[in-house]
T-cell receptor
Framework: SQQGEEDPQALSIQEGENATMNCSYKTSINNLQWYRQNSGRGLVHLILIRSNEREKHSGRLRVTLDTSKKSSSLLITASRAADTASYFCVLYNNNDMRFGAGTRLTVKP | GAVVSQHPSWVICKSGTSVKIECRSLDFQATTMFWYRQFPKQSLMLMATSNEGSKATYEQGVEKDKFLINHASLTLSTLTVTSAHPEDSSFYIC????????????FGSGTRLTVV
């Protein structure tokens, strides 16, 4: 069973800067999702991108998907201290969901 | 979107006792539910896939006799940690999959289990 690999594992930036996180995988997917988790609490669904889509936007979030390279990126623009959290990519394929290892983002005020 | 309720949100139990965690789909019929475990500072790891009316499918390395899953109805799946030990202390999260993509990716709020 596949699981996404994310990099970097940890990212520390200043408020106002952009944050980019990457997710790579090995097999086919129906879609890829990004989730956020604050300090080991519940998950918040951020955005879903289907395998036939290349880019999606939601507020300050921008997600890209390159199925030929089997990779996705999550960009958070104009970061805020409240964006501090762990971000996970989730691979979905035929009712099977797998989490990446996650990126711990710290945004310093 | 779908609403998933997970209870309890936290529980402390003594070593050797059993703990039941409930995952309820409040507004749609969930044919499939997933149970995840997350250790501190780690990602979520899939434990098992729960299918309504049939036996759960466990991931490699997960003891099915220790983590009992029951998915008796389309709105409720339960995870029972039997004879809990301190090493079972973790954050357990369920997610539900319904019919159609809008309901496919809803997570419960999680249960923090501490075994003392």
């Amino acid at each position: 069973s596949q699981q996404g690999e994310e990099d970097p594992q940890a990212l520390s930036i200043q408020e106002g800067e952009n944050a980019t996180m990457n997710c790579s995988y090995k097999t086919s997917i129906n879609n890829l999702q990004w989730y956020r988790q604050n300090s080991g609490r519940g998950l918040v669904h951020l955005i879903l991108i289907r395998s036939n889509e290349r880019e999606k936007h939601s507020g300050r979030l921008r997600v890209t998907l390159d199925t030929s390279k089997k990779s996705s990126s999550l960009l958070i623009t104009a970061s805020r201290a409240a964006d501090t959290a762990s971000y996970f990519c989730v691979l979905y394929n035929n009712n099977d969901m797998r989490f990446g290892a996650g990126t711990r983002l710290t945004v310093k005020p | 979107g779908a609403v998933v309720s997970q209870h309890p949100s936290w529980v402390i139990c003594k070593s050797g006792t059993s703990v039941k965690i409930e995952c309820r789909s409040l507004d749609f019929q969930a044919t499939t539910m997933f149970w995840y475990r997350q250790f501190p500072k780690q990602s979520l790891m899939l434990m098992a896939t729960s299918n309504e009316g049939s036996k759960a499918t466990y991931e490699q390395g997960v003891e099915k006799d220790k983590f009992l899953i029951n998915h008796a109805s389309l709105t409720l799946s339960t995870l029972t940690v039997t004879s809990a030990h301190p090493e079972d202390s973790s954050f357990y999260i369920c997610s539900v999959v319904g019919h159609g993509e809008p309901y496919g990716y809803t997570f419960g709020s999680g249960t923090r289990l501490t075994v003392v």
